[in-house]
């Protein structure tokens, strides 16, 4: 080993690059295909886009919303966007009915859709990220459609979604990073998507 383990900490970048491009090879385009067609669909139809994430998948979603708006011509918002609206609920009414509530308040109908932005996909008999599960059933009960980007084994949002891309969990001891860095990577091709695709990108349309 070089002083300071230098050689140690290349070997794990090597590894997970390495794991990385594994599992993307794994992914199979025909869900992506299914999840571009559904998203078109509810653009098309005059729908909007709810994206909804916890904790690192938050940030995702606000990334997200601006993707899907400015290049795709969504009306696409997401919660966690709105972070007293989002602590008032919390405080006020439960974790549980954070996204639940802001659906309903926001409306939600037949032809709206959710975007779900999770590791684990959220587990109804566990009670793990329960106000996934919840919006999940609040979207079901109106007609709405539910897309997601999960990882494991895509847990409620896998079992209840219409078009869901589970990234598939080939490397047990690292499933949150590279659920989490893969959904990027997997979004960022669906609004490069010539099905959702609308407007160019910056510098892709810059002129040299």
């Known amino acids: 080993m070089t002083q300071g383990g230098k050689e140690d900490m290349t070997s794990f970048s090597k590894e997970f690059i ?11 385009p025909e869900g992506i295909e299914a999840m571009a067609t559904t998203l078109a669909a509810v653009r098309d139809g005059g729908g909007r886009l709810f994206i909804l994430g916890v904790g690192g998948s938050a940030g995702h979603a606000g990334h997200a919303v601006n993707d899907f708006r400015k290049l ?10 709105n972070v007293s609206e989002l602590t008032a609920r919390t405080n006020d009414e ?5 996204f639940s509530a802001w659906l309903r308040g926001s ?4 032809k709206d859709g959710l975007l779900i932005f999770s590791v684990g996909g959220g587990d109804k008999a566990r009670n ?16 709405a459609k539910v897309t997601g980007i999960v990882g494991r ?8 979604g219409d ?14 990073p590279h659920t989490e860095g893969l959904a990027a990577v997997v979004w960022h091709l669906l609004v490069t998507h010539p099905a959702l695709k609308a407007a160019a990108t910056k510098w892709e349309s810059a002129v040299r």
């Open 18 to 28: 390495g794991e990385t491009i594994t599992i993307l090879g794994a992914i199979a």
């Open 72 to 81: 795709c011509g969504f009306e696409a918002y997401a919660p966690t966007d």
């Open 94 to 98: 439960g974790w549980e009915t954070t």
């Open 107 to 110: 409306r939600i109908g037949p």
């Open 128 to 143: 793990i990220s329960a106000n996934i599960v919840a919006a999940i059933d609040v979207a079901k009960s109106v007609g």
């Open 153 to 160: 084994d895509g847990g409620y949002t896998a079992a209840a």
């Open 163 to 176: 078009a869901v891309v589970v990234v598939p969990p080939l490397f047990p001891e690292r499933i949150t």
